[in-house]
């Protein structure tokens, strides 16, 4: 079974750059046609798709957020990583990642990591 | 983009009672790409329900799925002290994927 864990720190500054990785375990990233996938969520509101990148290196984001986000891979330690430049205090979520498939849901979820904004 | 329009906000049951949770799609979507996650407080979404009515592995049959179209259903049937979360409905047939902005069901 696949196992995915967020880290990152817990509090950046408001302009600065964010970066979050996740590691993937009980699985290549490599491996199959997977989409590996970041969502946020805000405190108390509702998840949002960030994007996703495969193991080519081939990234879709949402188009609402496309020009401060970047997902890149690292297949040789078999993980894959988020950057936001930036950063605002709308920018205050617990952030997952999560591996997907096309045209398929997201099985796997990592527990989520909580990223404050704030100076 | 697809929009997907939840309701209700809150659903106030008590255990062994039926909820029923709505989601609205702005535009049709086909029923493969309908999914529903149940989120704890504290835990990261579980996938319950895909291609609007198949459940996930290891859910319970209290949970069914229905649909198509605009217009998708998620039923639960017996309600159990577990099953008091927040619910979100997903559309990934087309990009961007999207979610609902969750039904709370509470005691």
């Known amino acids: 079974q696949v196992h995915l864990q967020e880290s990152g720190p817990g509090l950046v500054k408001p302009s600065e750059t964010l970066s979050l990785t996740c590691s993937v375990s009980?699985?290549?990233?490599?491996?199959?046609?997977?989409?590996w996938n970041w969502i946020r969520q805000p405190p108390g509101k509702g998840l949002e798709w960030i994007g996703y990148?495969?193991?080519?290196?081939?990234?879709n984001y949402n188009p609402s957020l496309k020009s401060r986000f970047t997902i890149s891979i690292d297949t040789s330690t078999n993980q894959f990583s988020l950057k936001v430049t930036s950063v605002t205090a709308a920018d205050t979520a617990t952030y997952y990642c999560?591996?997907?498939?096309?045209?398929?849901?997201?099985?796997?979820w990592g527990q989520g990591t909580l990223v404050t904004v704030s100076s | 983009d697809i929009v997907l329009t939840q309701s209700p906000g809150t659903l106030s049951l008590s255990p062994g009672e039926r909820a029923t949770l709505s989601c609205r799609a702005s535009?049709?979507?086909?029923?493969?790409?309908l999914a529903w996650y149940q989120q704890r407080p504290g835990q990261a979404p579980r996938l319950l329900i895909y291609?609007?009515?198949s459940r996930a592995t290891g859910i319970p049959d209290r949970f069914s799925g229905s649909g198509s179209g605009t217009d998708f259903t998620l039923t639960i049937s017996r309600l159990e002290p577990d099953d008091f979360a927040v619910y979100y409905c997903h559309q990934y047939g087309s990009s961007p994927g999207a979610f609902g902005q969750g039904t709370k069901v509470e005691i």
């Open positions: 999560a591996r997907g498939s096309p045209y398929q849901p997201l099985l796997n």
């Open positions: 535009q049709s979507i086909s029923s493969s790409f």
């Open positions: 291609a609007t009515s």
């Open positions: 990148i495969y193991y080519t290196g081939s990234t």
């Open positions: 009980g699985g290549s990233l490599r491996g199959g046609s997977y989409s």
